[in-house]
């Protein structure tokens, strides 16, 4: 993908730090002063043995999971956790803000989530009508030519229980891009399904990427990482060991950590 200079910047998180309850520690850090900045156009790769944090960061990208530290920004909107922490009603004064900020995003989980007493067609209309006010012809319509996008528009009128794993995940990359976020945000969208299976989930992926679209994704997909992806983020303990272009990391990483990573799943 052709990446352009002087592109804005669609997401900047800024000294992040997270910390998980555990039976055997007071806590335990699942993000130390973690700082991303994500372009527009961007497909930003995040990459770590398991438990390294990029599930935890990728979910703070849109405040899933809140920080207790560190900033964000999303497009326009502004987040501070030592604002949001230090005021008593949360829910009262900032889940306007948390809102606006979830809604620049769509977000691709590694189960699809989809709802079972719903169509196709009828699960990409409802963020459509609920989130950004459409009505219901104009959700129809914008549903449908997202699904055709997909490659799935024969199956709009069918349940995700008449469904493959990937035609699912086909169907939530739909529902998610049908409004319009700023960024697109993937948690191992892949790795529920059988290796049959994950080509097509993938192949969207790339159309999306060649459309222009800027992704943050966690994947072990090396062949997507490289094909796909155009920056690598590594992780391990919750922070960032190493970043650079896809092609630079992948074939020549500094480190020994990531040196080792990628001998493993290479």
Same mark, same amino acid.
């Given at each position: ?16 730090? /997270? ?19 994500? %372009? ?13 944090? /990029? ?7 849109? %405040? ?15 987040? +501070?956790?030592? $604002? ?12 306007? +803000? ?15 989530? %989809? ?37 799935? $528009? ?19 990359? $739909?529902?998610?891009?049908?409004? /319009? ?9 892949? #790795? ?9 989930? %993938? ?33 391990? #303990? ?29």
């Amino acid at each position: 993908m052709e990446i352009t200079e002087n592109r804005k910047t669609v997401i900047s998180l800024h000294n992040a730090s /997270k910390w998980f309850p555990s039976p055997d520690l007071p806590h335990v850090r699942g993000l130390n002063s973690v700082s991303l900045d994500v %372009l527009e156009g961007d497909v930003v790769v995040l990459l770590g043995p398991s438990g390294s944090g /990029k599930s935890t960061l990728l979910r703070c990208l849109n %405040l899933l999971t809140i920080p207790d530290e560190g900033r964000l920004r999303v497009g326009s909107v502004e987040w +501070d956790a030592r $604002a949001y922490h230090g005021t008593r009603s949360k829910e009262r004064h900032y889940k306007g +803000d948390l809102q606006r900020l979830r809604r620049e995003t769509g977000m691709v989980f590694q189960h699809f989530n %989809l709802f079972p007493h719903m169509t196709v067609l009828q699960n990409v209309m409802c963020g459509l009508i609920h989130t950004k006010g459409k009505s219901k012809d104009e959700a129809r319509e914008i549903a449908r030519q997202e699904i055709a996008k997909v490659g799935l $528009a024969e199956r709009e009128g069918h349940f995700p229980g008449q469904l493959s794993g990937g035609q699912k995940q086909r169907v939530a990359i $739909a529902r998610a891009i049908a409004t /319009k976020p700023l960024a697109m945000l993937f948690d191992e969208p892949t #790795s529920a399904l059988d290796p049959e299976l994950r080509g097509s989930v %993938l192949a969207v992926m790339q159309d999306l990427a060649k459309e222009g679209m800027t992704m943050v994704v966690v994947t072990h997909e090396m062949g997507f990482a490289r094909a796909v992806g155009n920056h690598i983020v590594f992780l391990e #303990s919750g922070e960032i060991i190493e970043e650079g272009l896809s092609n630079n990391f992948l074939d020549n990483p500094k480190t020994e950590r990531a040196k080792r990573f990628l001998s493993q799943i290479a």
